[in-house]
């Protein structure tokens, strides 16, 4: 049977050297960053009404919508005149996107424009959404919080596990993973709202998780192997951590490309937001982040050292607790 | 073992829509709804207090014959002169009743009074709080399903309308909402009546008088400091004229009654503007002294109109206007799109996963699979018993959850085998393979969690939705793998150990 090879895909006793590859793979890695930031410097992105504020309104017309006729109609307003139109997953459904707000809670803007509406056929108004620009501002300012916030979280919680160098090198390697995400989300100008800011800290989590696989094994190979040239030690490590993060991005990968593909319009940049970062998580934490590690110097004995001390040190505490507790018995 | 069932039994109201039992509500991006962000004016609630103390300082001096001169506000400050020196007495104790005040007297008696600080900011607060009130009253009265009106820091309010289904029934509520019912009775100022078309509104002011218009596109021109407010309304219904007109017939309380008998006693000949949201609605003659305290407005309402005018009068006005700052509108029917395309996604990934996973992993994918199951079944009913509020992100959380919920088996099934291939038994290989993979799960496992956790804290909504189902996801993955896995691997393991193939049970050679 066919399987048997798929089953052992990845064969655990091989050691790839992953390490003498670290500079072209860096290399790669600092290109596709240069293309991200100049896209996101130059392009930028496109922010939708959650962060920028304005109004959208998404109509479904009960057979193909007149998007010449709706812009023709709405051209001839003052308010209106800015807005664009676009096709909404399909032919019958489009979103009208406003750059104003309206304060007004008893005629909103909402209202104004399904009244305009009349004319153009038979349609259904299925969203409106609108985000004052308080809210706009407020949203904004909080989504950069939970961003910055995560990754100080991050940080700690891997110094605290790991070694500072550990965490250095994940958080390296997220704003590596984030920064292509937001290039991808740029170069196809998808509208940046909450989930998309939902899925980069998804991604965040998800490829930190990838991430810390590969470090425990690094640690694990620190500790138990015989070797003492990191170079050895992480290629042997992320080796054999290789079928789990190629597994486990698999699965993942399956699950939202059927969300990309079938979970509807309203989710689809979260999809693909999640896609990209799927993708380049998982190939950061295969080649990038243990280059990051073995690029700042990490040093095998100098940890050893540390973990011996720690583990004298606790010891010692466990030693005086005996005692201590003898003394009181 | 016991998690399955635990699963499976509080799951089951959800699944089934039964009527009893705990089961997750769907969100408004699911079910169709009305989500709105309002902020209330809350510097308009300080002025109408001001207002208010004008107007009873009004009342106390004809009440008791005191002659003020020149009571007016602006600014939020009220200032008048009092003729008589005599009288200040009076007029202190009268103050002195109104807590916080800041009064100052000059020497040629003139007052000048302000709101304390702390008073102006308890007003803030106080308009915040009845506003919800008043809001939450009138959609109980309009007669909604489960509105939910909260109030979200200093001066916003949330309003959550679940029931809505059409567009006019969404503008109603808003229109319902907004309307400040804010009732005043007020004199016309007969002296400068026939003036009211040639005076600019700061010509009026010096008067102490303001220019209104009417809902029949007259003005009046009024005094500035009304004679009652609608905070004396107890009641109001819809009624019919004799021209078979609705009309709203309102209720006075006893003091309201007896300030508007007072007033209608010595004023008869003059006319009285009924005023409602700074509009004149009618302005009839005082022919007699009323008693009762009984009132209507009239002015071409239809009947729909004068029931909703009833509903804001009888649950109190708004102390202070709203302003809409977000609104999220999604209709029943892409709520359902909605729901059938992440239904979708979430089968078909599910069996994707499940596929691979067997093939991949052969009986011990089958063992992980009885995991994932599991977890789903968990975060239905850990969901189910908070009742917690399922929303479009949350089921793409969900979706993500079956991708990465086998990670943890995967985790440990690759260190089984690895451990296998070292040639190690099948007991031994298992027992390390679970404790190797411990702390990298553990460890992967918070850090993630930690991000999810900060992303409740921060999202709103449906983002928050998002953060739940991943966080409970990551907690059931953890125990299902760590135990529930376990478990079966050390039921099964007589079995494992009798067979010896490897390739039947972990999918290697």
Redesign the interface.
């Known amino acids: 049977m066919v399987?048997?090879k798929?089953?052992?895909?990845f064969k655990?006793?091989t050691v790839y050297n992953f390490m003498a590859k670290r500079l072209p793979f860096m290399a790669l890695s600092g290109l596709i960053l240069i293309a991200s930031l100049t896209l996101l410097f130059t392009k930028g992105l496109n922010f939708g009404i959650d962060f920028a504020g304005g109004t959208i309104v998404?109509v479904?017309y009960d057979q193909k919508a007149p998007i010449d006729k709706i812009r023709a109609v709405l051209n001839n307003t003052v308010e209106f005149k800015n807005s664009t139109i676009t096709e909404f997953g399909s032919p019958e459904e489009i979103i009208i996107r406003i750059t104003g707000s309206?304060?007004?809670?008893?005629?909103?803007i909402?209202?104004t424009l399904?009244s305009l509406l009349v004319t153009t056929g038979k349609y259904?108004?299925?969203?409106?959404?609108?985000?004052?620009p308080?809210?706009g501002g407020e949203?904004r300012e909080?989504?950069l919080?939970?961003l910055g916030?995560?990754l100080l979280?991050?940080l700690i919680?891997?110094s605290f596990?790991f070694e500072w160098r550990f965490a250095v090198a994940s958080i390296f390697a997220l704003v590596h993973d984030v920064t292509i995400a937001l290039g991808m989300i740029s170069l196809f100008a998808v509208d940046v709202n909450?989930?998309i800011?939902?899925a980069i800290?998804?991604i965040?989590?998800?490829s930190?998780?990838?991430t810390?696989?590969v470090f425990?094994?690094i640690r694990?190979g620190v500790q138990k192997s015989h070797k003492s040239v990191l170079e050895d030690v992480v290629n042997e490590s992320v080796s054999?951590?290789l079928?789990?993060t190629t597994?486990?991005s698999?699965?993942?990968?399956?699950?939202?490309i059927?969300?990309f593909?079938?979970?509807?319009e309203?989710?689809h940049g979260?999809?693909f937001t999640?896609l990209v970062g799927i993708v380049v998580g998982t190939y950061s934490s295969i080649f990038i982040a243990a280059s990051f590690l073995v690029q700042l110097k990490f040093s095998v004995a100098n940890f050893r050292v540390k973990e011996a001390e720690k583990l004298k040190r606790q010891k010692e505490k466990d030693k005086m607790r005996a005692m201590y507790e003898q003394g009181t018995v | 073992m016991l998690s399955i069932i635990f699963g499976v039994v509080f799951s089951i109201p959800t699944l089934l829509q039964t009527d009893s039992g705990k089961k997750i509500s769907l969100g408004l991006?699911l079910q169709g709804g009305l989500h709105?962000?309002?902020?209330v004016q809350t510097d308009e609630a300080v002025t109408s207090k001001i207002k208010t103390i004008a107007t009873s300082i009004k009342y106390f001096a004809e009440d008791e014959d005191i002659l003020i001169e020149d009571l007016s506000f602006k600014d939020d400050i009220i200032s008048f002169i009092v003729l008589d020196s005599d009288e200040i007495s009076k007029v202190d104790t009268m103050l002195a009743e109104i807590q916080g005040l800041d009064v100052q007297i000059s020497e040629d008696l003139s007052y000048t009074i302000s709101l304390q600080p702390a008073q102006v900011a308890l007003t803030k607060d106080l308009a915040v709080s009845q506003a919800v009130e008043t809001i939450r009253n009138r959609l109980d009265q309009f007669g909604l399903s489960e509105p939910t009106v909260i109030r979200q820091g200093k001066e916003d309010i949330v309003v959550e309308l679940p029931g809505i289904k059409t567009?006019a029934e969404e503008?109603a509520a808003?229109?319902l909402?907004?309307?400040p019912a804010h009732l005043e009775l007020m004199e016309v100022d007969e002296d400068r009546a026939d003036q009211v078309y040639t005076l600019s509104a700061n010509q009026a002011a010096e008067y102490g008088d303001i220019i209104l218009d009417s809902n029949d596109g007259n003005k009046y021109i009024v005094k500035e400091i009304p004679i009652l407010d609608g905070s004396q309304v107890t009641d109001a219904q819809v009624a019919f004229d004799q021209a078979n007109q609705p009309i709203i017939s309102f209720v006075l309380n006893s003091s309201g009654a007896k300030i508007f008998g007072d007033f209608t006693a010595r004023s008869v000949g003059k006319r009285l503007a009924i005023v409602l949201d700074g509009k004149v609605y009618s302005a009839p003659n005082i022919n007699e002294r009323i008693g009762g305290g009984r009132g209507q407005i009239s002015g071409g309402f239809t009947v729909v109109e004068a029931g909703n005018v009833a509903i804001a009068l009888r649950s109190g006005a708004l102390p202070a206007s709203?302003?809409?700052?977000?609104?999220?509108?999604?209709?029943p029917?892409?709520g359902a799109?909605?729901i059938?395309?992440?239904k979708?996604?979430l089968i078909?990934?599910?069996v994707?996963?499940i596929i691979?996973?067997v093939?991949?992993?052969?009986l011990a994918g089958v063992v992980a699979n009885v995991a994932l199951i599991t977890n789903i079944f968990i975060i239905i009913a850990v969901m189910a018993m908070f009742g917690a509020t399922l929303t479009?992100?949350g089921m793409?959380g969900i979706?993500?959850t079956?991708?990465?919920a086998?990670?943890a088996n995967?985790?440990i099934n690759?260190r089984v085998?690895?451990l296998l291939?070292q040639g190690m038994s099948i007991p031994k290989a298992i027992e390390d393979g679970y404790s190797?993979a411990m702390?990298?799960i553990l460890?992967?496992?918070?850090?993630?969690l930690?991000?999810?956790v900060?992303?409740y804290?921060?999202?709103?909504g449906?983002?928050k939705g998002?953060?739940v189902t991943?966080s409970i996801g990551i907690l059931a993955s953890m125990l299902t793998a760590i135990l529930g896995t376990h478990g079966i691997y050390e039921t099964l393991l007589p079995k494992i150990n009798k067979s010896k193939n490897l390739?039947k049970w972990f999918?290697?050679?």
């Open positions: 399987w048997y798929i089953m052992e895909l655990t006793d998404q479904k309206s304060s007004d809670l008893a005629t909103d909402g209202d399904s259904e108004i299925r969203r409106v959404d609108i985000v004052g308080k809210v949203l909080k989504g919080m939970a916030l995560s979280v991050i919680y891997v596990r909450l989930d800011l939902a800290l998804t965040l989590g998800y930190l998780n990838d810390i696989i425990d094994r694990e054999r951590t079928s789990r597994l486990t698999l699965t993942t990968f399956f699950v939202v059927t969300l593909i079938f979970g509807g309203i989710i979260f999809a999640m | 991006d709105m962000l309002l902020g567009a503008k808003r229109e909402i907004s309307k709203v302003k809409l700052l977000e609104k999220r509108s999604v209709g029917s892409l799109d909605s059938e395309a992440s979708m996604a078909l990934g599910f994707l996963v691979f996973m093939l991949y992993y052969g479009l992100p793409a979706v993500l079956v991708g990465m086998v990670d995967v985790i690759e085998r690895e291939r190797n702390r990298a460890d992967a496992n918070i850090t993630t930690l991000v999810a900060i992303l804290a921060y999202g709103t449906p983002i998002f953060a991943i390739r999918g290697i050679k």
